[in-house]
């Protein structure tokens, strides 16, 4: 049975600066303190975290959500893409964000963790030096 999980985390920023750090390699890079090579293109492939990810824009609505396939070099040759889907929603004070995973390989249950340490962690920390 596949794996899917949905977290929520909210930013002091708009969701505009979210958008534009996801889909924009040097942005991505800075955020997360690893290698992104990144596009705002529907239909793109992207990479991130030096390599260890890689998927395609599937779609994307301008600051408002991103739908993209997402793979792990932990993924076998075999398995499926997973789906992922960040959602952007303008709150009183900033943006929250909601990331939606399916589809990840049966017993693969450590990107949850890894979406907090490795995303929202040094989000906050770019983010909050953003201004």
């Known amino acids: 049975?596949?794996?899917?999980?949905?977290?929520?985390?909210?930013?002091?920023?708009?969701?505009s600066v979210i958008y534009d750090a996801w889909l924009n390699s040097k942005q991505h890079t800075k955020m997360t303190g690893e290698l992104a090579k990144c596009s705002n293109e529907i239909g793109d492939n992207y990479t991130a975290w030096d390599g260890y990810i890689e998927g395609k824009n599937i779609d994307l609505k301008a600051n408002k959500e991103i739908i993209q396939s997402w793979r792990t070099s932990e993924f076998n040759k075999n398995d499926e893409?997973?789906?992922?889907?960040?959602?952007?929603?303008?709150?009183?004070n900033g943006t929250e964000l909601t990331l939606i995973h399916n589809n990840i390989p049966e017993g693969q249950t450590q990107y949850r963790k890894g979406w907090?340490?490795?995303y929202f962690t040094p989000m906050e920390n770019y983010?909050?030096?953003l201004k």
């Open 1 to 15: 049975m596949k794996e899917s999980l949905e977290l929520r985390h909210d930013f002091k920023v708009k969701p």
């Open 81 to 92: 893409d997973s789906k992922l889907i960040i959602r952007l929603k303008e709150i009183e």
């Open 116 to 118: 907090v340490d490795h």
């Open 127 to 129: 983010f909050d030096n």
